[in-house]
């Protein structure tokens, strides 16, 4: 199987009028407008990847028997295009989004897709979809995606898949903006579990979260914080995001891998606080100790991060029967520092060291 594809261009007949365009951008929102093409790449078993084509945005048709819609073979990704402050269109560290699909599609029986399609996929919509980036603080959120679409009903891997990429212009992730977010502890329900799937980015983890984050959402917060299926006691991950801690000391703890999903934003992190001389742990971190930690102030200062929301600090933790602040409940100086630079690497205003930052136009 070749390394690259050769794609094939087919702009759409019917493109978003600019007036229009320019209102939708001017919204803002996350995740509900979508720009006028998307890219699609097939996959058969013996004959591998084929037919890949920037085309015009439009329903898929699937066969009701197609396996993703019965055994949910699917898996995805999530990453933004950028309008640098010095000019031209940027993607960031895309290329650990390319390792993480094929890892995800491991775990889930799929094809593994050439790191260099799925560069040439995302970048060739940004492209063609340029006009779709938002300025100032808005962002052209992607959503590169496989899925089984073999209609067959026997419990194996399919023998067909499609890739694909659609893209949504989007502005802040969370409707109050960058505000300190509330969060919601589940102890009912869990995320994931070891020999699960909870590293992998599928579909299946976020369906079996949207309970619990529903009850997150009925008691005022904006995420639901899932501990281990084992024990009950070790604290995981948010239900979109990785989390973060920070000592009165001012080091820097998160979470361990293994049953949560390796965040891109979560190692990028990691790294930048390891440059500044900030001492960064990763290590189980229990529910209790959080709490009293909290309380007794050693900890000072947590947040959730991930690629939708970027970085953002947590306020309040709520649970049955009780409710507890981090700091003064307004987010904290490292929360600041962190997320300052981390955008600023991503949008060029500060300069970039480790070739994290990927330039398309």
């Known amino acids: 199987m070749p390394d690259t594809l050769t794609f094939t261009h087919i702009p759409t007949p019917t493109p978003t009028p600019a007036a229009e365009r320019e209102a939708i951008l001017a919204k803002g929102g996350f995740g509900t407008a979508f720009s006028d093409h998307m890219v699609t790449i097939e996959w058969t078993e013996g004959r591998g990847w084929h037919d890949a084509q920037i085309r015009k945005r439009e329903p898929f048709q699937i066969d009701p028997a197609a396996a993703v819609l019965h055994y949910a073979q699917e898996i995805f990704e999530g990453l933004k295009a950028y309008r640098a402050e010095s000019g031209g269109v940027t993607l960031f560290r895309a290329d650990q989004n390319a390792k993480r699909l094929n890892n995800s599609a491991t775990r889930l029986a799929m094809p593994q897709l050439p790191e260099a399609s799925f560069l040439e996929a995302v970048e060739s919509l940004v492209r063609i979809d340029k006009d779709w980036i938002p300025g100032g603080n808005g962002s052209l959120y992607l959503r590169p995606f496989m899925f089984a679409n073999e209609p ?35 102890k009912e329900y869990t995320r994931a579990a070891v020999g699960g799937t909870g590293a992998a980015k599928c579909g299946g983890n976020y369906a079996a979260s949207l309970i619990a984050q529903g009850q997150a959402y009925d008691n005022g917060c904006d995420q639901v914080l899932f501990l281990d299926a084992a024990e009950h006691r070790w604290i995981e991950e948010l239900g979109g995001m990785n989390i973060f801690f920070v000592r009165d000391d001012g080091s820097l703890f998160t979470t361990p891998l293994g049953t949560i999903l390796p965040g891109i934003t979560r190692a990028s992190l990691i790294e930048l606080a390891t440059s500044k001389g900030i001492q960064v742990e990763e290590r189980k971190y229990s529910f209790e100790e959080f709490q009293a930690d909290a309380q007794s102030g050693k900890v000072t200062e947590a947040f959730a991060c991930g690629t939708a929301a970027v970085l953002a600090a947590i306020g309040e933790i709520r649970f049955t029967g009780g409710s507890f602040k981090i700091g003064d409940g307004n987010g904290g100086p490292l929360t600041a520092t962190l997320r300052d630079e981390l955008v600023g690497i991503q949008r060029g205003r500060i300069a970039d060291t480790r070739g994290w930052v990927r330039k398309v136009l």
């Open 152 to 186: 067959f009903l026997g419990v194996r891997p399919a023998h067909h898949f499609i890739f694909s990429v659609i893209a949504s212009p989007v502005g802040d992730y969370f409707k109050h903006g960058p505000k300190p977010v509330n969060v919601w502890l589940s």
